[in-house]
């Protein structure tokens, strides 16, 4: 007794792998209330957010815009090319999204029911951070330098991980 397979492909929505690249020239950008505005010739955007492609390599180039929808607005190749006060604005508002603090020292870790519970001193004063799922929100870049992403997104840089002092070392060696 033979039995046939019959694949039934469903029918998949088209995937937009096309870039719209923005024309700084055509683009205006200000604050209403609390939120970032577009504007471009033909139609505005409200309660916009701005995203780096790539946050922490190269945060001047290609940041893409999104609408309250998460519908892709278009894309900056380089925000250097918008006037000063744009450009500052938009500035501002990347760097809130992509906070970064540089820890100087580790105090402590604790791994509490999953997550890593660190308290450091950062730059910006003390800080009390969790993490979880260290492959994803631990990121190894070259020269000692490593990233942790907390669970609410906000980053933590050490620069140098071989410039920590020995009880930091001890403290988040389990991670690194």
Known sequence: MSMSVTNSLVPQPPIDLDLHFLDPQQVTLRKVGDDLALSLPDVSYFQVEARRAFPLSNKYLYVTFFDHQEQEIGM???IRQLPIEMRKLLEDELE?????????RVRSMKEEFGLFRLMVETDKGPREFFLRNLRDNVVRL???????????????EIRDVSRLDGRSLSNIAKII
Request: glycine share 4%; no cysteine; net charge positive.
């Open 76 to 78: 900056l190749k380089d």
């Open 96 to 104: 809130q999204r992509y906070f970064t603090a540089r820890i100087r």
């Open 142 to 156: 070259p020269n000692n330098r490593i990233i942790l992403i907390d669970m609410h997104g906000n980053r933590f």
